[in-house]
């Protein structure tokens, strides 16, 4: 069941290289098929049911110890999810005029299954090639369809990641070998019986690795110029799934094998956390260009996923879940808002642009759009960015009280980059410099319109996002111990 | 080319007037835009005026004016169209009409504040109010209430006059563009001003029919004129003080931009941003949404050559509308000239030249530059 969505688009992406015509729709056809068939995994899936579920295991190379093994849990099933829909979203927002539409479109696709590889490898040499693979359809889609700096941003943002995907995998062959294991088999048993050096010293090997790919400062610099030059399908892909990658291998990897370490590095990582989430809204706030701005925004928002799974609780594991998907539909709703301004006014300089919300010759229903958008990530009660937010504060609070206070310094930072932005690039009058702008289509605005109503849907039903995950992190953060300690902190109920 | 010694920072658009040019460029894409804008005017117009005389005539002194804008009955389906706001919108006439009244000016405004004004509408209100003893009480007790109802409709009576004229003319003028007899600025700018030259001596008077008898209001022996006691206020009322383009700009107090004096605040038609600010909520102006119904073909083909074609169409309608504005105030400065502008006599040039500085003046923070490109 799980390797349709591996073998979808995989086969949706040599259609379409090789199929003549109808690309688009082709590509189009395929993204709705995985977010069909994602929606039929929603339904089967076993919500009591805390372990892996549709589990594939088959040996693929014995003497490598690679296995073909796939599953899927309430950790990775929200973000398979969200991997669906944003593909779908960048396939319909991209530009129907686009240069080499064949090699474009299959390696979206390409891209689509390399990352929901990912999400379902159970098998931590599967994991990283499926990592790995993730890279190339990206670094093209960067280096053939970006902005003028284009070689430069996608041959930075190969560099950092591919030193991502060595650390990462110098961690896991560093578990085998340490462990004494013949496979590569997700076994966190294997890294419990290591003695708490050696699991440091892998642990600081992947949270590199990870802590590149978020990213986290200082390793973050790739990313503000991978998204400025990138198009803006791609940028939506990039913020709104290849980030989570990195949460993911942290909440799956940093503390799933090795709980102990991560009960004692927890403290740094949450000042880990405060320095990113403080540094990315400062340096937001210093943009002028509104897509680095979302950028950093990024940057920031990935620091309270971390400041979450440091505090290593049942509640702000989902509240690293919620946001992970809560960041993942924000941004690229932002992003959506920011290209289709790029498209129009060709700046996106806040210096130049002014009174965008101009009902007759602005683009008042984009500028509604990215206000809502920017109100959900400043955590405005009714959208998923406060639940997520406030789930986050509450449930590592408790534990780290002071960097929990200090980051949400940066949720006050964060609305006053944006307000900044809203308030130079849509109010005031028209600039003369954008005052001829081209129409804004119905085509152009549905992608925003409809992440924008997913992100006031979660808002007042986080439970949707969460109710898949519970079990599952519940069942991870064993020894029963924590889980009696944190039953005792009041949650929210979380059902809708 | 004439240039004047004016040392004026608008001195540019008085040697314009010098060249037997106007306020605005003279170009086949101008003539266009503000020939066909005119001529939706004049439609509009039409109806405006015709509203506002029934007003002035059939609702006098009423109370209560709930059907004022029906001018042919009331029906069921009417009463419908009119609140799924499928009509033309008289609400704009009665503001330019209350600008009027509020600014005032010329012997118009001079002859409803006197005694012999008074004596007269007295004898309509007396006749208007005979078995009414709730009004007459009314009367009564608030002696200036009823009087100024009645100033309120010399003002909708005037207007209606005013504008009677105006839409005929430019009607014609549209005509006279299809019929290609006017092909250039300079000679709309010369077809309004002969226009405005040839009604400036029409009498304007106003009487009611109350119990079959006729009460003058205005009277020929005010000895009120069409030009200098209805046009003029007019153009200083709706072109430079008044509030013509609702919704398309907001001021600002606290941040300094409503002027110490009332009297140097300027909001006229040709002050107004014809773009809209701010977000939703900003309703499009009135007279444009009128407009865009009797826009000739012309006129719309010009428009979806544009960029954005006709989805910002009433700002386009209003910035062709405020380029035929400065053409109609072009032709009113030159018709107010005191003097020939090719006289020899340096007397004459001298005072000339101030009555242009003078106006200019009134110009410096316009959109008379705006309105160049």
């Not at chain 1, 534990?399 to 307000?419: D, Q, R």
């Not at chain 2, 059939?58 to 009331?74: A, D, M, Q, S």
């Amino acid at each position: 069941m799980l390797s349709i969505l591996l073998v979808v688009p995989l086969i949706g992406a040599a259609l379409v290289a090789w199929w003549p015509g109808k690309t688009r729709s082709i590509a189009s056809t395929v993204a709705l098929a995985v977010i069909g068939w994602t929606v039929l995994l929603l339904t089967k899936f076993n919500l009591g049911e805390p372990g892996m579920q549709f589990v594939e295991d088959f040996t693929w190379i014995d003497s490598l110890g690679l296995s073909y093994k796939l599953g899927i849990d309430g950790l990775s099933l929200p973000l398979v999810a969200l991997n669906s829909l944003l593909t779908w979203v960048a396939i319909y927002s991209s530009d129907e005029k686009v240069d080499r539409p064949r090699l474009y479109y299959s390696l979206i696709l390409l891209l689509n299954a390399a990352v929901t590889g990912v999400f379902l490898a159970q098998d931590l040499l599967l994991f990283f090639i499926s990592y790995e693979l993730e890279l190339v359809p990206l670094y093209l889609l960067i280096a053939i369809w970006g902005g003028q700096k284009r070689a430069y941003a996608a041959t930075k943002f190969l560099i950092y990641t591919a030193l991502s995907g060595a650390l990462i995998l110098a961690a896991f062959l560093g578990l085998a070998w340490l462990g004494g294991s013949n496979s590569f088999t997700y076994n966190p048993a294997l890294a419990h019986a290591l003695p708490l050096n050696q699991q440091f010293l892998l642990l600081g090997a992947l949270l590199l690795g990870f802590g590149i790919k978020m990213p986290l400062f200082p390793f973050h610099t790739w990313l503000p110029d991978a998204h400025v030059e990138a198009s803006t399908p791609i940028s939506v892909l990039l913020a709104g799934v290849l980030l989570k990658l990195a949460t993911y291998g942290i909440l799956r990897f940093c503390v799933g094998l090795f709980p102990d370490a991560w009960q004692v590095a927890a403290p740094w990582l949450a000042g880990w956390a405060i320095i990113s989430v403080l540094y990315g809204a400062l340096m937001a706030i210093a943009q002028k260009d509104m897509k680095k701005m979302v950028a950093y925004s990024s940057v920031s928002h990935m620091g309270y996923i971390l400041l979450a799974a440091a505090a290593n609780t049942p509640l702000s594991f989902s509240a690293a879940m919620i946001q992970m998907v809560s960041h993942g539909l924000i941004s690229a709703a932002l992003f959506l808002s920011v290209g289709v301004v790029y498209q129009k006014a060709g700046t996106r300089d806040i210096t130049i642009l002014e009174g965008l919300l101009n009902p007759e010759r602005g683009m008042p229903v984009i500028g509604s759009l990215m206000i809502l958008g920017v109100m959900a990530s400043a955590g405005i009660p009714g959208m998923v960015g406060f639940v997520a937010e406030f789930l986050i504060f509450r449930s590592t609070f408790p534990i780290f009280p002071i960097p929990t206070l200090l980051c949400m310094i940066g949720t006050g930072l964060t609305a006053v980059y944006y307000l900044l932005l809203i308030n130079k690039a849509f109010f005031g009058r028209l600039s003369p410099q954008v005052q001829d702008l081209e129409a804004v289509t119905w085509r152009e605005r549905y992608p925003a319109m409809i992440l924008t109503g997913a992100i006031i849907l979660f808002g007042f039903v986080p439970g949707w996002i969460t109710r898949w995950s519970e079990p599952t992190i519940l069942a991870m953060l064993q020894p029963p111990a924590i889980v009696a300690t944190v039953a005792t902190i009041p949650t929210l109920d979380l059902q809708p | 080319m004439t240039f004047t010694t004016s040392r004026h920072p608008l001195a540019a658009y008085i040697d314009r007037f010098y060249n037997g040019q106007s306020f605005l460029p003279d170009n086949p894409d101008n003539v266009k835009e503000v020939v066909g804008i005119l001529e939706s005017y004049g439609y509009v117009l039409e109806a405006y005026q015709e509203n506002l005389q029934h007003i002035a005539d059939r609702e006098f002194l009423t109370i209560f004016p709930f059907f004022k804008y029906f001018n042919h009955g009331v029906s069921s389906n009417q009463l419908l169209k009119h609140l799924a706001h499928d009509r033309i919108n008289f609400e704009y006439a009665e503001y330019c009409m209350k600008v009027m009244l509020w600014h005032g000016g010329g012997k118009l405004e001079e002859y409803v504040e006197s005694p012999d004004f008074r004596q007269l509408i007295e004898l309509a209100i007396q006749a208007k109010i005979k078995g009414n003893p709730i009004i007459q009480l009314l009367h009564r007790l608030f002696p200036e209430f009823l009087p100024e109802q009645v100033r309120q409709s010399v003002y909708y009576n005037a207007l209606g006059q005013f504008w009677e004229v105006m839409y005929a003319l430019f009607l014609n003028l549209g005509k006279a563009y299809d019929q290609g007899k006017i092909t250039t600025i300079p000679e709309v700018v010369g077809f309004i001003k002969a226009g405005l030259v040839a009604a400036a001596g029409n009498q304007i008077v106003y009487a009611v029919q109350i119990g079959g008898k006729s009460y003058d209001i205005l009277p020929q022996s005010a000895n009120l004129t069409f030009l200098m006691d209805v046009a003029v206020p007019y153009v200083e009322a709706v072109f430079f003080r008044g509030t013509p383009f609702l919704g398309t700009v907001s001021y600002n107090a606290q941040a300094g931009e409503i002027p110490f004096e009332q009297s140097a605040f300027t909001y006229g038609a040709l002050y107004a941003d014809p773009l809209p600010i701010g977000g939703s909520g900003i309703p499009p102006t009135l007279l444009m949404q009128d407009m865009r119904h009797y826009l000739p073909e012309y006129l719309h083909k010009m428009y979806q050559s544009s960029k954005r074609q006709e989805n910002d169409l009433l700002v386009k309608i209003c910035q062709s509308f405020q380029k035929s504005m400065y053409c109609v105030t072009s032709a009113a400065i030159l018709g107010l000239a005191p003097h020939d502008l090719k006289t020899n006599d340096p007397q004459e040039q001298a005072s000339n030249l101030a009555y242009f500085e003078n106006w200019m003046d009134r110009f410096l923070t316009s959109q008379l530059r705006n309105i160049q490109g």
